[in-house]
């Protein structure tokens, strides 16, 4: 494997090739991370929707997760959570931060699309009429509860989230076959679902799948598990407002300070030396 030093020296070319790519396929690959992330999320909410019990439900939806980060990293696709890592060859003055912003912006635009059409295409094609409508109650009740948080607790839910998948990202860069890479960052991630921590680009998935499923008329019964009073929280103006926003800064924060700039400071930050002259004063 490679020691934590070669993945940060490993992943400047990486990030650097990540700025340079066209805008038509950073949006195309961006597509098809929000996709994966979605059909990430659209497994965990059934594995987990019958189970009575909250913890083992958490479980077991933690557990079919990590699929849509496999899915990014194997398949190939741009993720915005996991490029918040390109501050690092940015700092590195090997690329530019106009570069890291134009992906930032392309491959959020293009999660956003993968996720809200795998919402629309789960929602409208009844995906969620499984076990007699209980996963349209679950996705719905979900959803919920994303919009219901406070801004503090969707900030610092976003940052604790994007610590551990950049961290998963930056240890599946240790591994030199699928199987490592899988396996580096299958628990991190696990570990964030379980946790209850936030993630942007998989809530553009969760909170529309959401939306569609409340203005469905074939799940009207099954959603009865959430409360009217509720269900009138689930908007698209409290979806970006009381989520998106905050858990996409959280997410910044947690991924290019907590892991992109730590590791680029403790791996590849080279304090500069004084000139000749200066050292010469100093001595005397």
Request: aromatic share 10%.
């Amino acid at each position: 494997m490679n020691s934590p030093k070669e993945v940060a020296q490993n992943y400047l070319a990486t990030g650097v090739a990540k700025t340079k790519l066209p805008a038509a396929k950073m949006l195309m690959l961006g597509v098809l991370a929000g996709m994966f992330i979605a059909l990430a999320g659209v497994g965990a909410s059934i594995a987990s929707a019958t189970i009575e019990s909250a913890s083992l439900a958490k479980l077991i939806g933690a557990a079919v997760f990590p699929t849509g980060l496999a899915m990014v990293l194997i398949a190939g696709s741009e993720l915005f959570t996991g490029n918040c890592l390109i501050i690092v060859p940015v700092l590195q003055k090997e690329a530019q931060v106009s570069g890291m912003l134009k992906n930032w912006v392309c491959v959020y635009i293009g999660n956003i699309i993968g996720g809200v059409l795998i919402a629309a295409l789960t929602v409208y094609g009844g995906t969620y009429s499984l076990f007699a409508g209980a996963a349209a109650g679950g996705v719905v009740k979900t959803a919920v509860a994303k919009v219901s948080m406070s801004f503090s607790d969707a900030l610092l839910r976003g940052i604790l989230c994007n610590f551990l998948v950049c961290i998963a990202v930056w240890m599946s860069y240790a591994a030199k076959d699928i199987v490592g890479k899988v396996a580096a960052m299958y628990l991190p991630i696990m570990l964030f679902v379980l946790s209850g921590y936030e993630h942007s680009i998989a809530n553009l998935y969760y909170i529309p799948a959401g939306l569609f499923a409340k203005s469905y008329s074939v799940y009207e019964n099954a959603i009865t598990v959430v409360s009217p009073m509720d269900q009138l929280k689930l908007t698209w103006g409290n979806m970006i407002t009381k989520n998106i926003i905050p858990v996409t800064l959280g997410n910044i924060i947690g991924g290019m300070c907590l892991v992109g700039i730590a590791y680029w400071f403790v791996y590849l930050h080279e304090p500069s030396k004084p000139s000749g002259a200066a050292s010469k004063r100093k001595k005397k």
